[in-house]
């Protein structure tokens, strides 16, 4: 679906933070299609910058008739549940949406164009209501077929859930291509689609297709001439709830190189919090050591999450996982990615022959 040049506005209803908007958040920090309001009626009156400590002065409005001011063509919807299904409250302003003829994109599990009164209004409104998380159809089972891609392939693993994976690679494909590298972005989650406008969400693939669909993704980039790819991960490889995506995407990708996605602090699995993450040498070692017969992919460096963290906190983080791991850490918006990148490079050139 074309989604560039498109002003959006995106539906936040009391849920508009770090965390429980991750689709707003990454879509506000990161996609080309201009915010132009977000919907939010416990922070109406302030801006995006007041309540998240960036992306400037777009306006948090209570309701879509307030939006509608600022002449959005499209909604996003803005939070991704766990179990992924429309919050009731929150229908009759996705009514109000395609009563004034927006189109609406959604990452819920659940697809509101099979919504018989959204599908219905829809049509009456000529609005298009895209749900991200449809899967194509004619999925392939993989083969290993990305053990012969020329591109190097980095997939961003993690300690848990919503730790900054996605982040880290739109970072790292920023700098990569200011540094005079073609580099891609798969996408395989609904936030990562919303931005780039493809990918694959891949919680919603058959289990046998889920590496598949990551090898077709990572392929074709590949194809296109990339010199390196990054791969934006899901889940954790131990999670009770999201492991086997993860797992998908490691049999898919067939990685050359992790960067590892950390919390500092965190020390159980979202969202129950009720099963201990392991420490980070072992986990390092869990993804090292699943992945050795196929490349013998290496942890090259570790990502850090410290936004709830303070300055001076966050740089001791940094500097204790660095000394744990012997890698180099930091937190990609703090502390940018350039130490990242470079215990990259080197590989990236010796693979493509640069």
Not at 15 to 21: I, L, W
Not at 135 to 163: F, H, M, S
Request: with cysteine; proline share 6%; glycine share 8%.
């Amino acid at each position: 679906m074309t989604v560039k040049n498109t002003r959006v506005a995106i539906l936040a209803e009391a849920n508009f933070n770090v965390y429980a908007a991750k689709t707003a958040v990454g879509v506000i920090r990161y996609s080309d299609n201009p915010v132009v309001a977000v919907i939010d009626s416990t922070n109406a009156g302030k801006t995006v910058q007041d309540v998240l400590g960036f992306g400037g002065d777009i306006p948090i409005v209570a309701s879509m008739a307030e939006a509608e001011k600022f002449q959005p063509e499209a909604l996003i919807i803005g939070i991704a549940p766990t179990g992924g299904r429309l919050p009731d409250t929150w229908r009759k302003i996705v009514n109000d949406a395609l009563e004034a003829r927006l189109d609406i994109w959604s990452g819920l599990h659940s697809f509101l164009a099979d919504d018989p009164e959204f599908a219905e209004l829809a049509a009456i409104k000529g609005a298009k209501i895209w749900d991200v998380r449809r899967p194509k159809e004619n999925l392939d089972v993989a083969n290993a077929r990305a053990l012969d891609a020329r591109a190097y392939i980095v997939l961003a693993v993690g300690t848990d859930c919503n730790i900054g994976k996605m982040t880290v690679c739109l970072e790292l494909q920023k700098l990569a291509r200011e540094r005079g590298f073609k580099a891609g972005f798969v996408a395989t989650g609904q936030t990562g689609i919303l931005i780039s406008g493809d990918g694959t969400p891949l919680d919603a693939v058959p289990g046998d297709f889920m590496p598949g669909e990551v090898e077709r993704l990572v392929l074709e980039q590949d194809k296109a001439g990339c010199d390196v790819i990054f791969v934006e991960g899901q889940g954790s490889i131990t999670h009770p709830g999201f492991g086997a995506v993860t797992l998908g995407l490691l049999l898919g990708a067939l990685p050359d190189a992790f960067i590892l996605c950390h919390e500092p602090g965190r020390t159980h699995y979202r969202p129950t919090k009720t099963i201990p993450i392991p420490s980070l040498p072992d986990t390092v070692a869990l993804y090292e050591n699943l992945m050795k017969q196929y490349k013998a992919p290496k942890v090259a460096a570790v990502a850090l999450n410290t936004y709830q963290m303070s300055a001076d906190d966050a740089a001791q983080a940094e500097k204790a996982v660095a000394q744990e791991l012997n890698l180099p850490a930091a937190d990609p918006i703090r502390t940018g990615v350039s130490a990242l990148w470079e215990a990259l490079e080197p590989q990236v050139k010796q693979k493509i022959g640069r």
